[in-house]
């Protein structure tokens, strides 16, 4: 039975009672994580967000009805206790903060009853996810999923301060609205009063806050929910939280500032942890060429090698006929795998071709210093000498090598650098290795829409120095744009923004966009342009990446209360789902009934 709490006040949450505390009258209330009979006595460890606190219930303390009542108690039960903190009769338990006391009760009153749980409430259950997330309210119970909530939490509002301080506004911006151009595809939301029409749910705050830099905020804060309907994913979520941030009369290296001073401060609040400032940073043609990849782990080595010199009259075909196509070969050295069985080198090769590769060449080097390879009967001693040299390979060492079209190369090598790294331990959650990815290219060639796409958004402004190639070379303008990277993981992103007219018109001319389509798009930005807008800059981070980092997490669903699952539903709620007729009706919308 159910009992109410009148008359009764929470003195302290599990663990701030303390040795401090011993003698005192408290009253605790929390969940039972485990009951224990001791014939006389019985022992419950108390449970809240604080951790786990030791109740005694003795018979001579409490009386027989008292004491009958504990007997009665199950996991998850509810209850409050009211008590005297004393020292531990038993053994202290070191693993514990409160391992040192308990609490002897005085009274119990039970404030609710649990069934069963379908898993327990406690860390490293192997309890399968969709049953965790079908029960999220329990699965959130858990020390470490809470731990990683209250991390987000601080995070959160360590964030609004330290911005805060710096002189920026906190301003939401709407959430129906019309289509932002960051280029996934946009949720919707039907109109009642506008029947046919829809907002779209933003994809960032990107327009608003630039706008905001047009009404003289000058410096604009939000943690914003962000929409994105993209194909499925394993690590997305539709809906997603950015740190977005916006700043007016700055250049590129006052966002970074700002930024490292953040995260600095972030990560010494929450984790302890000194973050080397100035953070380092690489241009994106660096990041390619010795990572491939724009988003560098920094935290290991094994860097590409650029072996197409070497290799361009050698005899085999697959390295010359990809130079011969403009393409490129490069490898990587996996130090020490040299002995690694046929077939997980044929595993390597699979993976290489989900990114786009026709196969991977290679050559282990064995202990005594002879080369097994795939390729070695079509090359010369010399040649294959000089590879060997090339990486730097040593007795024992795995070289890897990709030849294709210079974007295929990079893709295929920096996620095999990745793959090793983690088949070979080499990335430690424990160390943070922060880097600024600068100078990216303006645009990005789309096969599929065969023309230039804005690499970042069409906002985005040309380095100075290459202005003037936006019409004769736009394949090779850089942007003012800048991502920081963390051990791999793009945490955040921005640019500067075009603040002038006609770089933006010849900007949209090189997208392939006509001044009407912009103004169909983006015509209430473009209108605020025409009366004063100040130089300005901004960057977004995802905040769930940052906190999965920061909470030593693989997944973003385990810094997420209410995650959604890959096909975009949520578990716990069933969304999304069927509406009424009468809901469809209001808002005249007829469902396609599905063809067989
Ligand atoms: N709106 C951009 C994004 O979501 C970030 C920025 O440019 O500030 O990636």
């Known amino acids: 039975m159910a009992e109410s709490m009148v008359g009764l006040k929470r003195t302290h949450r599990c663990t701030e009672v303390s040795s401090a ?78 391992g040192d006391i308990e609490i002897i009760a005085k009274s119990l009153r039970i404030l609710s009853e649990s069934e069963t749980p379908p898993f327990p409430i406690e860390d490293n259950i192997s309890t399968k996810e969709d049953i965790r997330l079908k029960y999220r309210c329990l699965d959130l119970r858990r020390p470490d999923i809470q731990s990683n909530i209250i991390m987000r939490s601080q995070v959160a509002t360590l964030t609004r301060a330290f ?25 919707l939301v039907p109109s009642r009063v506008h029947p046919g029409k829809f907002y779209a749910l933003p994809q960032s705050p990107q327009l608003f806050k630039q706008m905001l830099m047009c009404s003289g905020y000058d410096r604009y804060m939000q943690i914003a929910r962000c929409f994105r309907d993209e194909d499925l994913r394993a690590d997305r979520q539709p809906e997603f939280t950015q740190i977005d941030m916006e700043l007016s009369f700055v250049d590129v290296d006052d966002v970074i500032d700002v930024n490292e001073r953040l995260l600095a401060y972030l990560f010494k609040e929450v984790l302890d942890v000194d973050v080397k400032l100035p953070i380092q940073r690489m241009t994106w ?11 560098p782990d920094l935290r290991f080595g094994m860097e590409l090698k650029n072996v197409t010199e070497l290799v361009k009259n050698c005899g085999f075909g697959v390295f010359t006929g990809a130079i011969e196509n403009g393409g490129t070969v490069r490898g990587i050295n996996a130090k020490g795998q040299g002995m690694m069985p046929r077939k997980k080198i044929d595993a390597l090769v699979d993976f290489a071709k989900g990114y786009g590769a026709k196969g991977l060449a290679y050559i282990a080097i064995q202990e005594d210093g002879t080369l097994k390879s795939s390729f070695a009967k079509f090359m010369s001693e010399a040649e294959m000498n000089a590879l060997v040299a090339a990486l730097d390979g040593q007795a024992g060492d795995l070289l890897l090598f990709a030849a294709d079209r210079n974007k295929i190369v990079y893709s295929v090598l920096g996620a095999l650098r990745v793959e090793l790294a983690d088949q070979m331990g080499l990335l430690d959650k424990n160390e943070f290795r922060f880097l600024w990815v600068t100078e990216f290219p303006q645009f990005e060639w789309s096969d599929e829409e065969e023309r230039f796409v804005a690499m970042h958004h069409p906002f985005t402004m040309p380095m100075d120095e290459d202005i003037d190639k936006l019409e004769s070379d736009p394949g090779a303008v850089r942007a003012k744009a800048y991502d920081i990277v963390l051990n791999g993981t793009e945490i955040g992103g921005g640019s500067v923004r075009i603040h002038q007219a006609d770089i933006q018109e010849r900007m949209f001319a090189a997208l392939g966009l006509t001044e009407e389509v912009a103004n169909e798009k983006f015509g209430f930005l473009l209108d605020a342009f025409k009366y004063g807008v ?10 769930d990446r940052l906190v999965m980092i920061m909470a030593k997490r693989d997944s973003i669903r385990d810094v997420i209360a209410f995650p959604k699952v890959k096909d975009a539903s949520c578990l716990l709620t069933n969304a999304p789902d069927v509406v009424d007729a009468k809901q469809l009706h209001e808002l005249s919308i007829e469902i396609e009934e599905e063809q067989e």
């Open 163 to 187: 911005l805060a301080k710096e002189g920026f506004l906190e301003i939401e911006t709407p959430m129906l609205t019309k289509s932002t151009p960051e280029g996934a595809r946009d949720y």
């Open 534 to 543: 100040p130089p300005h800059a901004g960057l977004a981070y995802g905040l």
């Open 285 to 295: 043609q660096e990041a390619m060429d010795r990572f491939g990849s724009d988003k």
């Open 21 to 98: 505390n011993v003698g005192e009258n408290v009253t605790v209330m929390g969940w039972v994580q485990r009951r224990r009979n001791l014939g006389a006595l019985i022992f419950v460890d108390l449970r809240d967000r604080s951790g786990l606190l030791q109740i005694l219930f003795d018979e001579n303390e409490i009386g027989r009805e008292g004491f009958d009542k504990a007997y009665t108690l199950r996991n998850e039960f509810v209850i409050a206790v009211e008590g005297v903190a004393a020292k531990r009769s038993g053994a202290v338990n070191e693993s514990l903060k409160t």
